[in-house]
Protein backbone atom coordinates (compact mmCIF):
# COMPACT_ATOMS: atom_id res chain seq x y z
CA UNK A 1 0.00 0.00 0.00
CA UNK A 2 1.13 3.09 -1.13
CA UNK A 3 0.09 5.66 1.76
CA UNK A 4 1.47 5.21 5.49
CA UNK A 5 -0.11 8.21 7.04
CA UNK A 6 -3.69 10.43 7.08
CA UNK A 7 -3.76 13.69 8.39
CA UNK A 8 -7.57 14.59 8.72
CA UNK A 9 -8.96 18.60 9.34
CA UNK A 10 -11.33 18.47 12.09
CA UNK A 11 -13.66 21.13 11.45
CA UNK A 12 -15.53 21.09 7.97
CA UNK A 13 -13.61 17.94 7.69
CA UNK A 14 -13.63 15.22 10.33
CA UNK A 15 -16.40 16.83 12.07
CA UNK A 16 -20.03 17.14 10.49
CA UNK A 17 -21.86 20.34 10.66
CA UNK A 18 -23.44 19.21 14.44
CA UNK A 19 -19.68 19.07 15.19
CA UNK A 20 -19.89 15.25 15.95
CA UNK A 21 -17.83 12.20 14.14
CA UNK A 22 -20.07 9.85 12.90
CA UNK A 23 -20.00 6.24 13.33
CA UNK A 24 -19.21 5.25 9.69
CA UNK A 25 -16.43 7.83 9.62
CA UNK A 26 -15.10 6.09 13.29
CA UNK A 27 -15.52 2.74 11.65
CA UNK A 28 -13.08 3.63 9.21
CA UNK A 29 -10.66 5.30 11.14
CA UNK A 30 -10.89 2.01 13.25
CA UNK A 31 -10.20 -0.34 10.40
CA UNK A 32 -7.35 1.69 8.98
CA UNK A 33 -5.47 2.10 12.43
CA UNK A 34 -6.06 -2.00 12.81
CA UNK A 35 -4.35 -2.18 9.56
CA UNK A 36 -1.41 -0.21 10.69
CA UNK A 37 -1.42 3.22 9.20
CA UNK A 38 -0.82 6.95 11.39
CA UNK A 39 -4.04 8.99 11.95
CA UNK A 40 -3.14 12.30 12.68
CA UNK A 41 -5.75 15.23 13.72
CA UNK A 42 -4.13 18.40 11.73
CA UNK A 43 -6.19 21.05 13.39
CA UNK A 44 -6.40 24.48 14.63
CA UNK A 45 -7.75 23.33 17.54
CA UNK A 46 -5.23 22.80 20.94
CA UNK A 47 -4.76 19.87 23.36
CA UNK A 48 -7.64 20.72 25.40
CA UNK A 49 -9.83 21.23 22.95
CA UNK A 50 -9.58 17.60 21.47
CA UNK A 51 -10.79 16.28 25.01
CA UNK A 52 -14.07 15.77 23.41
CA UNK A 53 -12.84 13.40 20.93
CA UNK A 54 -10.29 11.57 22.57
CA UNK A 55 -12.76 8.96 24.02
CA UNK A 56 -14.33 8.22 20.43
CA UNK A 57 -10.68 8.64 18.71
CA UNK A 58 -8.79 6.00 20.97
CA UNK A 59 -7.15 4.98 17.51
CA UNK A 60 -4.77 8.44 17.03
CA UNK A 61 -2.47 8.69 18.88
CA UNK A 62 -1.06 12.19 17.28
CA UNK A 63 -2.06 15.56 16.64
CA UNK A 64 -0.77 18.56 14.76
CA UNK A 65 -2.32 21.16 16.60
CA UNK A 66 -2.76 25.08 16.51
CA UNK A 67 -1.56 24.81 12.92
CA UNK A 68 1.55 23.08 13.10
CA UNK A 69 2.33 25.29 16.75
CA UNK A 70 2.25 22.08 18.53
CA UNK A 71 2.86 18.34 17.15
CA UNK A 72 1.66 16.54 20.10
CA UNK A 73 1.68 13.13 21.10
CA UNK A 74 -1.74 11.79 22.98
CA UNK A 75 -0.15 8.45 24.69
CA UNK A 76 3.21 9.95 26.00
CA UNK A 77 1.16 13.14 26.92
CA UNK A 78 4.70 14.83 25.43
CA UNK A 79 5.38 17.54 22.28
CA UNK A 80 7.12 16.28 19.56
CA UNK A 81 7.58 19.66 18.25
CA UNK A 82 6.27 23.31 19.85
CA UNK A 83 6.80 26.70 18.57
CA UNK A 84 5.13 29.50 20.05
CA UNK A 85 4.79 33.16 19.63
CA UNK A 86 7.40 35.47 21.30
CA UNK A 87 5.85 37.13 24.49
CA UNK A 88 6.81 41.06 22.80
CA UNK A 89 4.85 40.02 19.70
CA UNK A 90 1.60 38.52 21.33
CA UNK A 91 1.16 42.05 23.61
CA UNK A 92 1.78 43.99 20.50
CA UNK A 93 -0.96 42.11 18.71
CA UNK A 94 -4.01 42.79 21.17
CA UNK A 95 -4.32 46.58 20.00
CA UNK A 96 -4.66 45.71 16.33
CA UNK A 97 -7.32 43.08 17.70
CA UNK A 98 -8.99 45.82 19.83
CA UNK A 99 -8.75 48.46 16.99
CA UNK A 100 -11.79 45.48 15.24
CA UNK A 101 -13.11 45.20 18.83
CA UNK A 102 -12.31 40.79 17.61
CA UNK A 103 -12.93 38.07 19.80
CA UNK A 104 -9.33 37.63 20.87
CA UNK A 105 -8.72 33.73 21.71
CA UNK A 106 -5.15 32.17 22.69
CA UNK A 107 -4.08 28.79 22.23
CA UNK A 108 -1.59 26.38 23.74
CA UNK A 109 -2.56 23.49 25.89
CA UNK A 110 -4.67 25.64 27.36
CA UNK A 111 -7.28 27.75 25.38
CA UNK A 112 -8.11 32.00 26.50
CA UNK A 113 -11.19 34.09 25.70
CA UNK A 114 -12.60 37.14 27.52
CA UNK A 115 -15.37 36.42 29.08
CA UNK A 116 -17.67 39.58 26.80
CA UNK A 117 -16.50 37.92 23.84
CA UNK A 118 -17.67 34.82 25.19
CA UNK A 119 -20.84 36.02 25.99
CA UNK A 120 -21.21 37.52 22.66
CA UNK A 121 -20.07 35.03 20.23
CA UNK A 122 -22.66 35.13 17.60
CA UNK A 123 -21.55 38.87 16.95
CA UNK A 124 -18.33 36.82 15.79
CA UNK A 125 -20.02 34.07 13.84
CA UNK A 126 -18.77 31.48 16.42
CA UNK A 127 -22.45 30.44 18.07
CA UNK A 128 -21.92 27.17 17.08
CA UNK A 129 -18.99 26.83 19.03
CA UNK A 130 -20.40 27.63 22.03
CA UNK A 131 -20.93 24.75 24.36
CA UNK A 132 -17.61 23.84 23.78
CA UNK A 133 -15.91 27.46 24.90
CA UNK A 134 -18.45 27.33 27.89
CA UNK A 135 -16.42 23.92 28.89
CA UNK A 136 -13.13 24.36 27.92
CA UNK A 137 -11.70 27.54 27.82
CA UNK A 138 -10.40 29.53 30.30
CA UNK A 139 -12.42 32.86 30.61
CA UNK A 140 -10.71 36.04 32.16
CA UNK A 141 -11.82 39.57 32.10
CA UNK A 142 -8.81 41.13 30.84
CA UNK A 143 -6.86 38.83 28.16
CA UNK A 144 -3.53 41.25 27.71
CA UNK A 145 -3.45 42.08 31.32
CA UNK A 146 -3.72 38.23 32.19
CA UNK A 147 -1.11 37.41 29.74
CA UNK A 148 1.39 40.18 31.02
CA UNK A 149 0.63 38.71 34.57
CA UNK A 150 1.31 35.54 34.13
CA UNK A 151 3.13 35.11 30.81
CA UNK A 152 1.31 31.97 29.75
CA UNK A 153 2.20 30.68 26.13
CA UNK A 154 0.60 31.30 23.19
CA UNK A 155 1.37 28.94 19.84
CA UNK A 156 -2.03 30.61 18.12
CA UNK A 157 -3.40 33.86 18.55
CA UNK A 158 -6.94 33.87 16.61
CA UNK A 159 -8.87 37.10 15.94
CA UNK A 160 -12.40 36.37 15.24
CA UNK A 161 -14.12 39.77 13.65
CA UNK A 162 -17.67 40.67 13.06
CA UNK A 163 -17.42 40.72 9.09
CA UNK A 164 -15.12 39.85 6.40
CA UNK A 165 -13.94 43.18 5.45
CA UNK A 166 -12.63 44.03 9.28
CA UNK A 167 -10.70 40.71 8.75
CA UNK A 168 -9.56 42.23 5.59
CA UNK A 169 -8.33 45.02 7.46
CA UNK A 170 -6.58 43.59 10.61
CA UNK A 171 -4.73 41.53 7.73
CA UNK A 172 -3.64 44.76 6.28
CA UNK A 173 -2.46 46.40 9.22
CA UNK A 174 -0.47 43.55 10.29
CA UNK A 175 1.25 43.35 7.22
CA UNK A 176 2.59 46.81 6.52
CA UNK A 177 3.72 46.59 10.23
CA UNK A 178 5.89 43.80 8.60
CA UNK A 179 5.53 41.00 12.03
CA UNK A 180 7.61 38.02 11.18
CA UNK A 181 4.01 35.64 11.72
CA UNK A 182 2.21 33.32 9.02
CA UNK A 183 -1.57 34.94 8.69
CA UNK A 184 -4.20 32.48 7.84
CA UNK A 185 -8.05 33.10 7.29
CA UNK A 186 -9.97 30.49 9.35
CA UNK A 187 -14.17 29.93 9.65
CA UNK A 188 -16.05 32.94 8.38
CA UNK A 189 -14.26 35.87 9.88
CA UNK A 190 -10.93 34.52 12.06
CA UNK A 191 -7.46 35.41 11.03
CA UNK A 192 -4.95 32.83 12.52
CA UNK A 193 -1.61 33.93 14.02
CA UNK A 194 1.55 31.78 14.17
CA UNK A 195 4.96 32.28 14.56
CA UNK A 196 6.43 32.80 10.74
CA UNK A 197 7.30 29.19 8.98
CA UNK A 198 4.69 27.59 11.22
CA UNK A 199 1.87 26.01 9.51
CA UNK A 200 -0.07 23.16 8.96
CA UNK A 201 2.56 21.46 6.32
CA UNK A 202 5.73 22.17 8.69
CA UNK A 203 3.98 20.29 11.68
CA UNK A 204 3.38 17.71 9.19
CA UNK A 205 6.87 17.77 8.21
CA UNK A 206 8.18 17.37 11.80
CA UNK A 207 5.78 14.44 12.39
CA UNK A 208 6.85 12.67 9.87
CA UNK A 209 10.87 12.63 10.29
CA UNK A 210 9.68 11.46 13.99
CA UNK A 211 8.06 8.83 12.86
CA UNK A 212 9.85 7.59 9.90
CA UNK A 213 7.21 8.52 6.78
CA UNK A 214 7.85 10.89 4.01
CA UNK A 215 5.58 13.29 2.56
CA UNK A 216 5.27 10.84 -0.34
CA UNK A 217 3.24 8.47 2.10
CA UNK A 218 1.47 11.10 3.17
CA UNK A 219 -2.57 11.57 2.37
CA UNK A 220 -4.08 14.88 3.83
CA UNK A 221 -8.02 15.96 3.69
CA UNK A 222 -9.59 19.05 4.23
CA UNK A 223 -11.92 22.17 3.29
CA UNK A 224 -10.73 25.44 3.91
CA UNK A 225 -7.40 28.08 3.88
CA UNK A 226 -5.94 27.09 7.00
CA UNK A 227 -5.14 23.42 5.58
CA UNK A 228 -3.78 25.07 2.56
CA UNK A 229 0.22 24.62 3.47
CA UNK A 230 -0.77 20.70 4.78
CA UNK A 231 -2.37 19.61 1.04
CA UNK A 232 0.54 21.33 -0.82
CA UNK A 233 2.87 19.08 0.45
CA UNK A 234 0.84 15.79 1.12
CA UNK A 235 1.44 13.23 -1.87
CA UNK A 236 -2.30 13.11 -1.57
CA UNK A 237 -4.34 15.81 -1.29
CA UNK A 238 -7.97 15.62 -0.90
CA UNK A 239 -10.88 18.38 -0.87
CA UNK A 240 -13.79 17.83 0.81
CA UNK A 241 -16.85 18.33 -0.77
CA UNK A 242 -17.59 21.26 0.90
CA UNK A 243 -13.91 22.78 0.49
CA UNK A 244 -14.15 26.22 -1.04
CA UNK A 245 -12.72 26.99 -4.09
CA UNK A 246 -9.00 27.58 -3.20
CA UNK A 247 -8.76 24.17 -1.64
CA UNK A 248 -10.49 22.34 -4.62
CA UNK A 249 -7.64 24.19 -6.82
CA UNK A 250 -4.74 22.07 -5.58
CA UNK A 251 -6.07 18.83 -4.24
CA UNK A 252 -5.94 15.53 -6.70
CA UNK A 253 -9.14 14.54 -5.77
CA UNK A 254 -12.74 15.18 -4.05
CA UNK A 255 -14.80 12.76 -1.50
CA UNK A 256 -17.91 13.97 0.26
CA UNK A 257 -18.82 16.68 1.92
CA UNK A 258 -18.75 16.36 5.66
CA UNK A 259 -22.24 15.53 6.63
CA UNK A 260 -21.59 12.41 4.52
CA UNK A 261 -18.69 10.34 5.42
CA UNK A 262 -16.38 12.02 3.17
CA UNK A 263 -13.57 11.21 5.62
CA UNK A 264 -14.53 7.58 5.59
CA UNK A 265 -14.78 7.67 1.66
CA UNK A 266 -11.18 9.13 1.62
CA UNK A 267 -9.90 6.25 3.80
CA UNK A 268 -11.53 3.92 2.17
CA UNK A 269 -10.86 4.51 -1.49
CA UNK A 270 -6.73 5.97 -0.61
CA UNK A 271 -5.46 4.69 2.46
CA UNK A 272 -6.76 1.06 2.37
CA UNK A 273 -6.59 0.52 -1.09
CA UNK A 274 -4.18 -1.53 -2.55
Do not use: W
Request: proline share 1%.
Amino acid sequence: MKYKCIALDMDGTLLNSDKKISEKTRLAIEEAAKMGKIIVLNTGRGVSELSDFREILKDVRYANCLSGGLVYDFQEEKAIFSQELPYTLVQELFPYARLEECMIHCLSKESYVEQYAFDHMERYHMDVYKDHFRRLAIKLEDLQKAHKEQRFIVHKFNMYHNNQAGRDRSRARLVEKGYPVELVDAETTSLEITQKGIDKGNGLRKLGEYLGFTMDELIVVGDADNDLAALKVAGLAVAMGNSNENVRKVCDVIVADNDHDGVAQAIQEYLLKE
